[in-house]
């Protein structure tokens, strides 16, 4: 569980930007950077990701949402991913990991079989697990750089509508809005 209170605001929209850019997601949407989906669950439940996941092979994009219990909660539960395999899609708890200042976040599973960063065409592929010592000292990292940066980005509405997106449900509320 992560904290994400940042002074009363909600966290949704900053954490989501801040994400983005941790990743080296250009600050611009444009061509080849769909790839990749990046949002937020309020009321997160298996059949709820298993439609999501559903969705995510359907558009052909790899999916990272960070989870919250309810759509009160400044606590962020974890953070799901949605890879798109060959066979279909796999949901696996990441946490997000920086090796080094300046240098694009990668995500780690918490098992710590699994690695995931972005390669130059904003596509997720799979990548060597570091050392346990660099990764729990880069999850650390990587929670301080986001929080620091969820209090200085600025969220632009529109923008907001066009590159990211939040879901505020539970598994029936999903299924009949994607009915």
């Not at 620091?148 to 509508?161: F, G, H, L």
Request: aromatic fraction near 6%; proline fraction near 5%.
């Amino acid at each position: 569980m992560i904290d994400l209170d940042i002074g009363g605001a909600c966290p949704r929209q900053q954490l989501t930007c801040a994400l983005s850019q941790a990743l080296g997601l250009p600050t611009e949407p444009g061509a080849f950077t769909d790839a990749l989906t990046i949002g937020t669950m309020d009321y997160p439940s298996e059949p709820a990701l298993e439609m999501v996941a559903r969705a995510a092979m359907t558009a052909r994009q790899d999916s990272l949402l960070a989870m919250f219990a309810n759509d009160q909660t400044s606590i962020c539960a974890g953070i799901a991913l949605i890879y798109r395999t060959k066979d279909g899609a796999q949901i696996m708890q990441v946490e997000p990991c920086r090796l080094s200042r300046g240098k694009p976040i990668l995500l780690v599973t918490t098992d710590r079989r699994h690695a995931f960063r972005l390669d130059k065409r904003c596509v997720l592929r799979s990548c060597a697990v570091p050392s346990s010592a660099k990764v729990e000292r880069g999850v650390e990292r990587a929670w301080t750089d986001i929080r620091a940066a969820m209090i200085t980005v600025e969220v632009d509405p529109d923008q907001w509508e066009a590159g990211y997106f939040s879901l505020f449900t539970d598994a029936q509320a999903f299924a009949d809005f994607l009915a």
